[in-house]
């Protein structure tokens, strides 16, 4: 006699389907998604670098992608609102996950070695933290102009300028380009390991690309407002 | 400590008196599953570095018999590591300092005059029943919400009648070596059960009797997994490095390709 599945038995409450597993794979593919846009916002930053006019003029065409078919900001709101979705998407997971870790181990250890894990993959809770509040910062002062000395009037690129002069904000600017970097260096390498396709023979290689793609973009980002901070973009 | 634990090489008549070493351990102890615990100081001297780890705590646990005062509990069988029993925490690593379980980490990985710090497992899944021995009965449960396959048991079949290619049949074997000793959960930052739930999952999903039930196998198991309380995996990569049979990162990637498949088919677990 052979039992096999009861396939009566499939359907079940909708809350099962949020185990674990579940929220990795929301993180992973929100993770995914801004990753992706990241790439764009560093090919768009680099623009400084052909002056204040061409930048300019990419926030603007940035406002206007698909007009006339599409009316006003409609592609730039599309964008943010999938953005926003993935970064709300991205805190529940993380927020979940870390409650259900800390409830795992109510009692810590006396003593406790780590033997494999990474700077990177220790940071990424608080490092996730700290990268949100830059990212609200970096709303209010570049997209908003509400902490910027050219305020919410002044071109783009002056906005740029004025913020990046300022060693303190290039500074906290800094330091979360390389929080982001290592959040991506774990994180690029573990949404492989959750969607499931990695393995041992893959394994070097996806490390090797999320080190590459962390390192390409904390480079690529530290290049605009280090060339501002030392009058090299002006 | 007098007693006198020489190796049968030192024994030889006119050999010189090799002397071992003397330690200080600091162990949890803690009388009951509910009860507050707390780290004691011990001293232990002339240990052999050929005893093993177990057996330097029966040295000390003779030493507390003949003082009077309670042993320490802790979990072992068949001190062959393979039974998976005698997990602790060594140093602040999951069974000390080479990657073996504890019964056959040998005091030769030690130096005359270490204080060494011995904790249980520590996961809200596995309660402490005393001192160093933990309730690990979480994982049967795990095993039993699919970590089998349905087969009706009797004569061996012909061997030859379902093939198997030698890749899976490696992968399925390495996964199988698994012995459910707890390491992954005590090693890992979020007390995730995810390398010792994947390694069943590979070891019965990469064979062909393993197939009938594939998709409600990981689906059940990670679902009873997260019941038990354990944490999420975050692929750091400690369960992997701590293993003592060194299961590999890879069969979580193949556990989550598996389950998310499974959840995509339509599986659910059952409640």
């Known amino acids: 006699m052979v ?26 593919i929100s993770g995914i998604i801004l990753v992706l846009y990241l790439i764009a916002h560093m090919i768009g930053n680099l623009k400084a670098f052909a002056g204040a006019d061409e930048f300019n003029h990419y926030s603007e065409w940035l406002r206007t992608i698909g007009n006339p078919a599409l009316p006003g900001a409609t592609t730039l709101w599309l964008i943010r609102i999938i953005l926003l979705v993935a970064v709300v998407a991205h805190i529940w997971a993380a927020v979940s996950l870390w409650r259900q870790a800390r409830s795992a181990r109510p009692e810590r250890y006396v003593t406790k070695k780590a033997v494999a894990q990474s700077y990177a993959s220790r940071t990424m809770r608080w490092g996730g933290v700290i990268i949100l509040a830059f990212i609200i910062f970096h709303l209010l002062d570049l997209t908003l102009g509400a902490v910027n000395a050219e305020g919410s009037d002044g071109e783009p690129f002056d906005r740029m300028l004025a913020s990046f002069q300022n060693p303190v904000v290039t500074l906290f600017y800094a330091i979360s ?5 290592m959040h991506l260096r774990h994180g690029i390498w573990s949404a492989t390991q959750t969607l499931g396709q990695s393995n041992r023979r893959r394994e070097v290689t996806v490390n090797y690309a999320a080190t590459a793609i962390a390192t390409i973009l904390t480079v690529g980002f530290l290049l605009t407002p280090f060339s501002i901070l030392f009058g090299l973009i002006d | 400590m007098t007693l006198t634990q020489d190796g049968p090489r030192s024994g030889a008549a006119g050999a010189p008196e090799k002397r071992g070493m003397n330690l200080t351990l600091r162990i949890w102890r803690q009388q009951g599953p509910t009860v507050k615990g707390k780290m004691v100081t011990y001293k232990v001297t002339d240990i052999s570095p050929d005893m093993s780890f177990l057996e330097m705590l029966d040295v000390l646990n003779e030493q507390l018999i003949l003082q009077g005062d309670d042993p320490v509990a802790f979990d072992h069988d068949c001190r062959e ?5 005698c997990g602790v925490m060594i140093n602040g690593m999951a069974h000390g300092p080479q990657q073996t379980t504890t019964c056959q980490l040998h005091m030769r990985s030690f130096k005359d005059g270490d204080t060494i710090d011995v904790e249980p497992w520590r996961a ?52 199988a070596t698994c012995i459910g000793c707890g390491a992954c959960v005590a090693a890992c930052p979020n007390a995730s059960s995810m390398l010792f739930t994947a390694a069943k999952v590979t070891h019965l ?36 490095a701590a293993c003592p049979k060194g299961i590999s990162m890879e069969t979580i990637s193949r556990l989550n390709h598996d389950l998310l498949g499974a959840l995509r088919a339509g599986a659910r677990p059952k409640s």
Do not use: W
């Open chain 2, 124 to 175: 809200s899944a596995f309660p402490v029943v005393k001192d160093l021995a933990v309730d690990r009965r979480a994982f049967d449960r795990i095993i039993q919400a699919g970590g089998y396959i349905s087969v009706p048991t009797g004569t061996a079949p012909e061997a030859h009648a379902t093939p198997v290619p030698k890749k899976d049949a490696d992968n399925a074997f390495d996964a």
């Open chain 2, 205 to 240: 999903g990469l064979l062909p009797q393993g197939q009938p039930e594939r998709d409600d196998r990981v689906v059940n198991m990670v679902a009873q997994q997260d019941r038990e309380g354990f944490g999420g995996c975050t692929n750091i990569g400690e369960c992997s």
């Open chain 2, 81 to 85: 590591g393979i039974c998976g029993m």
């Open chain 1, 3 to 28: 039992t096999v599945t009861d396939s009566t038995q499939r359907r079940t409450p909708k809350a099962a389907k949020t185990t674990s597993v579940f929220k990795k794979a929301v993180m992973a």
């Open chain 1, 177 to 181: 380009v390389i929080l982001v970097g």
